[in-house]
């Protein structure tokens, strides 16, 4: 397990990792104004990281290719207009679309300082601090099965991931605390009450999807969430005043972040194997915000896992099966154990 874990710490690394040529306070960005945010220009991102920036049809590239080791290669696909980035395959959700201003494509600021640098450079986030405990937080539980279908309970499934979970990281090293650990209800509240218990830690919680109507047939994929940033809305919703107060939760949005990445990178990637896992491409529905209770209140670097749609007749089948649950359960434990390296390069290595 740890020379396992030392392989594909490397190649998260080589995904995306990439080396600074200039201080971001120090670096002139050139910034405007624009509808009462600040926004970068992507010229300037590109110089501050020395990459190359290229506009091809709707697509607009960011990448490092030719500038380092083809192996090392990092690319960013932006779209005028739009909030997708796909960053080395994995697809993010922006707060705020890459807009022109004089002729020059832009970034909001609120993007490249919580989700584009934390990315690429994890071991900058001046608050992602050592931790040795994860929090566990299967989702729902006892009069709360959360969604169901004819083949379980999201609540149930939660529990048998977490608990796999829960084993792995064991055996690693990490200290585990689980917010519940039988079929019972806990409200959300104590389950941030039991997180903030706990120093040097990070938040888990374990959940599955589902809708109705037309889309209960097409719906389905991964998503990962972390809070919304100060002044973005809630996946789904219009910005309104609350959203203009900062939360406990974002003390750690870099953090966040970066965990985020990590976790869903590993998912995805560990599905799609068919040699180690069960060999399902899962669509990415992509790392988003959102204002989660359990997200909010929680003082320590703090993750949402949706695991797939319990209302999606094929994707049901995939969850309700044991690889699939044991496969998840160990990505998200390399995923932790990455995101720990990546953050805190001086952390012992297994």
Not at 153 to 174: C, H, I, M, S
Not at 226 to 232: H, I, K, Q
Not at 235 to 256: F, M
Not at 284 to 293: C, L
């Amino acid at each position: 397990m740890f020379s396992k874990a030392r392989l594909i710490t490397s190649l998260f690394l080589l995904l995306f990792l990439s080396a600074p040529f200039a201080e971001a306070k120090a670096f002139d960005w050139q910034a405007k104004r624009h509808a009462s945010r600040t926004y970068v220009p992507l010229d300037r991102v590109k110089e501050f990281y020395g990459y190359s920036l290229v506009t091809s049809g709707r697509k607009i590239l960011l990448t490092n290719k030719g500038k380092v080791a083809q192996k090392k290669t990092i690319t960013i696909q932006f779209s005028p207009g739009g909030q997708e980035v796909i960053m080395n395959g994995v697809k993010f959700i922006f707060s705020f679309p890459i807009i022109a201003i004089g002729g020059k494509y832009h970034l909001c600021e609120t993007d490249f300082n919580k989700i584009l640098d934390p990315v690429l450079r994890p071991s900058y986030i001046a608050n992602a601090k050592p931790f040795d405990t994860v929090i566990i937080d299967p989702g729902h539980g006892g009069r709360d099965p959360g969604c169901v279908n004819s083949l379980g309970t999201e609540a149930g499934y939660n529990l048998k991931v977490a608990k796999l979970l829960e084993t792995q990281l064991r055996k690693l090293g990490f200290k585990v605390v689980m917010t519940r650990d039988s079929d019972r209800f806990i409200s959300l509240s104590e389950r941030v009450t039991i997180a903030n218990k706990y120093r040097n830690a990070i938040f888990v919680s374990i959940h599955f999807n589902s809708i109705g109507g037309a889309a209960r047939s097409q719906a389905r994929g991964i998503e990962t969430f972390t809070l919304s940033p100060e002044g973005v809305a809630h996946y789904g919703s219009s910005v309104k005043a609350s959203d203009l107060r900062k939360k406990t939760g974002n003390q750690q949005d870099s953090a966040n972040i970066a965990l985020a990445t990590s976790v869903h990178w590993n998912i995805k990637k560990s599905l799609a194997d068919g040699k180690k896992g069960p060999g399902i491409v899962i669509p990415d529905r992509g790392i988003r915000r959102a204002r989660f209770n359990v997200l909010t209140g929680v003082k320590h670097p703090a993750i949402l896992i949706e695991g797939g749609f319990m209302s999606h007749p094929e994707e049901s089948r995939h969850i309700h099966k044991s690889t699939y649950q044991s496969t998840m359960a160990k990505a998200v434990c390399n995923a932790i154990y990455f995101y720990r390296v990546t953050t805190n390069p001086k952390t012992k290595k297994r």
